[in-house]
């Protein structure tokens, strides 16, 4: 209810109330609990949890003064609007209702209707009246029939009016409503840090009173709980002891049901790990109870860091663990891929990453699941790495192998679980310091497996044993010799593979260094023509950026001249030095190409000239306008290409040929800015006459910001007063993007073009 008031959703009448609500339980609470702790000492810690906290008491006490809470309904003294409208609706409604039961009656005695009934449909107020006798009601509305259509529901002339106000009057009191929520909702958003610490520490308290319930439901007694593990004790001094633990939940599952049931407790079995031991190995028969004692182990230890009270008997000790790890069960996985023995070896591995020395390990058949010489192997390894690196591991196996650790390492410890010979069942206890036996037959035969199988296996069972060990050895000296003569007939097959990959390998070696060869002794030949040809280029283009230089203060009919011919110069240069296969890449690459305004091409039609692009195709057009010298022409698109230079040129097999070409081209393209061609289109035109200064100049900036670099701006401004060229002309000194400006005619001071840079 708090983060939706927070997240700014109005509270509703409930849900304030359930706040009150809340906040009243926690006042009596505590008030409840200081009494108790006047009398009684032990309850002083719970006093102490809400000492600090602030109970709301203004926010409570707002709550029930604008709310009933019992009937869930806004009181009228909420505020002094609310209860003027209600008093208000209350007599119109008086008023509505005395209206309509006299119109009622009226219908009644005139044969219009049964009995009298005044209703409400479609939220306004009406009386019943049959359909043959509406004209008893002159001027009044239907608002609804009868299912049979006998009855009709009208609203009076009369009452029309009534019953408008009271549709005000119920639509003001439902704003006033929210008016008020809306406070009480803001008063809570307000209390917010408040109202979330008290409930924090109603959860710890309530937590603590259902530790409390919990531990006197079964019985439980209180832990006793050791920092550091003390290795100074002698022998006899334990680090875990704990005297007939019960596992919580079996119990809890007994303790809920009813005596008839007929559900025994679960067995208590004592825990008694010596101080000096951190690895404890305990074997033992199947449904043994091994993993039921790894799971009592870990619950209890839980329980102890929890506060709870544990299901055991005198005093329970146990270490402080910061960690309590555990793999037990079956973790294999089809998702996964994960097998039984790579499920146990893959939690195992986690385990070993965070476990510290005061860390709890249980493991249950621990390297289960693959070949038991392997399996002892790697467990043995295992539990060598963690005696030193945990305060307890606790380890179920079969291995008999494991249990023999004790004889040579004063960290380990033994346990078994007890097996009885006289009724072949377990019995659920734990031997410490005993080495158990699986008991696989006996347990196979109580459950009633196959005597003769059971037979054959026990047969092997005394092959197996040690007197049997020349039987044994003879058998797996026979398997290994088959095994060896396999891996050699596999090695002959693998050496003979071998050796025609590596005659194939050198084949393709030697085919390669040719290829190399040849290759730089193409690339040789090639890149010498190609200097050639940059040689060549570079000699005309310095030719002709030397005349454009010499003609700096020459006349504009010299540079037109000039231009043209330098125009066709550069389209005999790029014919010249762009290899074949450079145009065909070119053509292939621009299938698509669109002429842009202002771009440079080559018309192939006036036998590969340079011209210039001065409008734009259409929508629906194929042919291009292109201007060569003072010769304007329409093209079509696929008799022009793109000049392939810079970000057009595709890559050429001469990386320096395409650079050193490049270089060139921007000179020439730098001397052409001397004097550009200049062509007026409709589209690089600008005409601000008859415009006011604030939309010329704002026209303007658009227009220049729109126009691409190096093109050229006729502005059209006039003569008139001189205003509007004057500032013109102002912007165009300081705008960023113009290089220069100038008249488009020394004959017409109503035109200026501007250059971009």
Known sequence: IVERAIAGQLLTVRELCAVRSTLMAATSVFQKLQKAANSDKRVTPLVEILEDCDFKTTLMQKIGFCIDCNMSTILDRASEDLEIIRSERRRNMESLDSLLKQVSAKIFHAGGIDKPLVTQRRSRMCVAIRATHKSLLPGGVVLSVSSSRATCFMEPKEAVELNNMEVRHANSERAEEMAILSILTSEVTAAESGILHLLDRILELDIAFARASHAKWMNGVYPKLT?????????????????????????????????????????????????????????????????????????????????????????????????????????????????????????????????????????????????????????????RYIKNRVNVAVVSTHYGDLSRLKDNEARFQNAAMEFSMETLQPTFRVLWGSTGESNALRVAKLIGFNTRIIANAQEWTEKLKPEQDVERKGSLFQSLVEERNKL???????????????????????????????????????????????NSAETKIKKLVAEFESLVIARPDQYNSLILRTEEEVADIIEACCPNDLVASTEEAYSDYSPQVGEKVLVTGLGGKLGTVVEEPGDDDDTVLVQHGKIRVRIKIKDIKPVPLGSRTSETPNRSLRSKKQISMRELGNALEIQPVRIQTSKNTLDLRGMRVEEAMYQLDMAISGRDSGSILFIVHGIGTGVIKELVLERLNKHTRVLRYEQANPMNHGCTVAYIK
């Not at 619950?299 to 270490?319: D, E, Q």
């Not at 709890?360 to 043995?380: F, K």
């Not at 050198?506 to 940059?534: F, G, I, W, Y």
């Open 227 to 383: 920092s550091e593990r003390n290795t100074t004790l002698d022998h006899e001094s334990l680090s875990v002891d704990v005297d007939s633990a019960q596992h919580p939940l079996l119990l809890g599952s007994v303790l809920g049901l009813s005596e008839e049931s007929g559900n025994t407790f679960p067995v208590p079995i004592d825990i008694k790990v010596d101080s000096r031991a951190r690895v404890v190995v305990i074997s033992g028969p199947n449904t043994g109870g091994k993993t039921a004692m790894l799971k009592t182990l870990g619950l209890i230890s839980l329980m102890s860091k929890s506060g709870m009270y544990l299901p055991a008997k005198n005093c329970p000790r146990l270490p402080w663990f910061d960690l309590i790890l555990a793999d037990i069960g079956d973790p294999q996985s089809l998702e996964q891929s994960l097998s039984t023995f790579s499920g146990h070896i893959s939690r195992i591995c986690e385990i070993l990453d965070i476990a510290s020395e005061n860390s709890l390990v249980l493991l249950d058949e621990i390297c289960s699941g693959t070949d038991p010489s392997e399996g002892v192997a790697l467990a043995t390894s295992i539990l």
């Open 488 to 534: 050699i007939l596999q090695a002959t097959k693998a050496a003979a593979f071998h050796r025609d990959l590596t005659s194939l390998y050198r084949e393709l070696e030697q085919e390669s260094h040719e290829l190399e060869k040849r290759e730089k002794a193409l690339m040789k030949k090639e890149t010498e023509k190609v200097q050639e040809d940059v």
